[in-house]
């Protein structure tokens, strides 16, 4: 198939979907980006992929844009990009992701390709396969093609891109994601060993990660004071510890029985929500120390995160920490790091949950008459007094 020919529809108004097809459509190549909760695929055009730099100021002018429904995008694209919004806890995640993939397959055709970026636990990728063949009576890897393109969320700088495949990469599929990563550290593997590979460096991530979150628990003022300045964890935050949450999780549905590699999941899923009974019952001990009353307090979740992202993880857990402070303080509000902490008579508590969200808040409110709570493994306390 000629470049001059080529047609790209991606699946998913989310911030990963929306980076791949504004770097697409910025080399010419023709993109039409779906919005999978309202059904209509948008085109975008280089023009406006230079103009909006993020998927949130592209939503906003959604309506000087062009629609068309999302059946006849797949129908004409030579490649589909699979990047939904998933807002489902799991284990109902599952079976929504799965929905979204069919409503792809039902409309691809012969010699396209499909690329899925959503991270799969273990034969999910072989699972996909055979639907496709079933569903479309074509062969995958002979008349229409399929990879696994799993993307973190976590940062790049530790994670290489992988693609697996049951071919060759396509020329022009090469040609369309060079330069979409840092360095062009794209590597190509087998479907198999790209899932094998992927969980790996997950587990890897979690298990520098969760121990010092469950140990930091135990820890005292002479453990503090006696840390090195190498062992710092200020910079491990409550965003760190969920940011591969759905990556765990979706591993985890893969496997059946018991056996060492579950239990690892298991653990490191029980980590998150372990450190969030912890943090609230920190804040419980925080409200007995200075005498404050629940009713003359109010809580502040700072909390800065991409609402578009595809994992919903983030979304999810800011909800359940809310609920579990409201236990304690009936007067609960989330934020992200830019707010008006003089328009409160209440005495504030503000939780920062990532490092961007406290580095702020220090420099935008240097005089407010708050308690600063660092969502850390150490869970650092500062009170700005004015």
Not at 3 to 19: D, H, I, P, R
Not at 195 to 207: D, N, T, V
Request: some cysteine.
């Amino acid at each position: 198939m000629s470049a001059s020919s080529l047609k790209v529809a991606v699946y998913g108004l989310s911030t990963e979907g929306y980076k791949i097809a504004s770097h697409i459509s910025k080399k010419g190549i023709p993109v039409s980006i779906i919005d999978d909760s309202s059904g209509m695929a948008i085109t975008l055009k280089p023009d406006i992929a230079k103009t909006y730099s993020s998927v949130t100021s592209f939503i906003q002018d959604e309506t000087l844009l062009d629609f068309e429904p999302f059946d006849v995008a797949i129908n004409n694209a030579s490649f589909i990009f699979f990047t939904p919004r998933i807002r489902k806890s799991w284990p109902d995640a599952k079976n929504h992701i799965g929905s979204k993939f069919q409503d792809v397959i039902k409309h691809v055709n012969k010699d396209s390709s499909i690329i899925n970026t959503v991270p799969t636990g273990f034969g999910a990728n072989n699972e996909n396969i055979t639907l496709i063949e079933h569903r479309t009576g074509l062969n995958v890897g002979k008349n229409i093609f399929y990879h696994y393109m799993p993307i973190s969320s976590i940062s790049s700088t530790v994670f290489d891109a992988i693609i697996g495949t049951r071919s060759e990469v396509n020329t022009n599929l090469e040609s369309m994601l060079s330069e979409l990563y840092p360095d062009n550290t794209l590597k190509v593997a087998d479907i198999e060993s790209a899932e094998y590979f992927y969980c790996i460096r997950i587990l890897r991530h979690y298990g520098l990660m969760s121990p010092i979150f469950e140990i930091c628990k135990f820890a005292d003022s002479s453990f503090q004071s006696q840390m090195m300045e190498s062992l710092s964890f200020d910079d491990l935050y409550l965003d760190d510890l969920v940011s591969g949450l759905f990556d765990l999780n979706t591993i985890l549905s893969s496997l059946t029985g018991i056996s060492p590699l579950t239990l690892l999941l298991k653990g490191n899923i029980a980590t998150v929500e372990n450190y969030i009974k912890y943090l609230t019952e920190q804040i419980k001990i925080i409200l007995k120390k200075y005498e404050l009353k629940a009713s003359k307090t109010k809580a502040i979740i700072s909390w800065t995160f991409d609402p578009n992202e595809m994992r919903g993880d983030r979304l999810e857990i800011i909800s359940r920490l809310e609920s579990r402070l409201k236990d304690y303080v009936g007067d609960v509000e989330r934020h992200d790091s830019i707010f008006d902490f003089y328009s409160s008579e209440k005495k504030l508590i503000v939780v920062s949950c990532s490092k961007i969200d406290f580095e702020r808040i220090n420099k935008n409110n240097p005089n407010s008459e708050i308690i600063i709570v660092k969502a850390t493994p150490l869970l650092g306390e500062s009170s700005m007094q004015s």
